[in-house]
């Protein structure tokens, strides 16, 4: 129904852990779809859920099974019906879409990219987040993210971080001339949430204007600070499969709730009235946390809520 591609400049900065919270809150049903040319990481990170007629966790998800086996198909042709059948289920729920093992898998598919945002984009009823890692020059993820309702890209508030954002969106506003918004989302310090969102909001707006100067032919999309993610590395690590605490009681996962929602309502589909949501507000501290724990063999990690259905229903 809708695509979403995440992506980052320099350093990527946890785009694999915000597609899955944002994938683990989304209000409607979504896939994460790790589409980064450096490889996936979610075969690592997270268990798969048990089939239906077992009683334990999936074990380790399979790294054949995702992209790399939707692109043995999808050289006669990719329909987004062909998708679900190369999806895999995490613990808790949420559908996700493996990725390449290693880069060098990437460099023979750049065929892949356009035909797969495409599909992504007519998985109706399914929103897709895509996580396409770090972007650089020439990447042939642009036509993916052509494809896109929205490309959303990830920086920290510290100067370098900044400093190559800026550059990536005065290059991306650049070639995706007449296509979809750009939207930024902070990783901020929830000691100075709104000071950090500000501040790269000001940064960017000097780059706007210069857009908007110097367009020839299709209008340069919209840039918009979407608002922030929190900085918390132990909401982080719950999502990375170290364990310790209540995933759903994060920093973390509050922030991406907020954030989730404020995306979904900028989408086709979204509800009459949820456009031009205002940015959320900083995440509340969350109550101390249970001492960490060393997890004890075989035990299951914390549950990652499924995206995609009410509340009560992912509790």
């Known amino acids: 129904m809708a695509l979403i591609a995440l992506a980052a400049d320099k350093g990527a900065p946890g785009v694999t ?20 040319q450096a490889g996936g990481d979610l075969v690592y990170r997270l268990p798969a859920a048990a089939p239906a007629d077992g009683d334990a966790d999936g074990g380790m998800l399979n790294p054949s099974r995702g992209l790399l086996s939707l692109a043995a ?39 892949l990219w356009g035909p797969l945002g495409r599909a992504f984009a007519g998985l109706a009823p399914v929103d897709v987040i895509a996580d396409c890692g770090r972007l650089g020059a020439g990447s042939p993820l642009i036509e993916l993210m052509r494809e896109a309702d929205m ?40 000691r100075d949430y709104r000071g950090s969102i500000a501040e790269v909001d000001r940064i960017l707006a000097g780059v706007r204007n210069r857009a908007l100067d110097t367009a020839q032919g299709p209008p340069p999309p919209d840039v918009t600070v979407l608002g922030g993610l929190a900085l918390d590395p132990k909401g982080a690590d719950l999502l990375s499969g170290s364990w310790g605490g209540r995933l759903d ?29 205002p940015p959320p507000a900083p995440p509340a501290e969350a109550p101390p946390p249970s001492t960490p724990t060393s997890a004890p063999p075989g035990a299951r990690p914390p549950h990652v809520p499924a995206g995609g259905g009410t509340e009560e229903g992912r509790r």
């Open 249 to 277: 009681r994060s920093l973390l996962i509050r922030s991406a709730r907020e954030v989730a929602g404020e995306l979904a309502g900028r989408l086709p589909g979204a509800p009459a009235g949820r456009r031009d949501v």
């Open 17 to 36: 852990t915000a597609a899955v919270a944002l994938g683990a809150v989304w209000p409607r049903p979504v896939l994460v779809a790790e589409c980064d």
């Open 73 to 111: 198909t999808a050289r006669r042709g990719l329909r987004p019906d062909q998708i679900a059948e190369h999806c895999q289920r995490l613990v808790g729920g949420l559908d996700v879409l493996v990725g390449l093992t290693n880069a060098e898998q990437a460099q023979a598919m750049t065929w």
């Open 151 to 190: 490309v959303v890209l990830l920086t920290r508030a510290t100067l370098e971080q900044v400093a190559h954002l800026r550059e990536r969106v005065a290059a991306l506003t650049s070639e995706l001339r007449g296509g979809p918004p750009v939207g930024v989302l902070v990783l901020a310090d929830p």
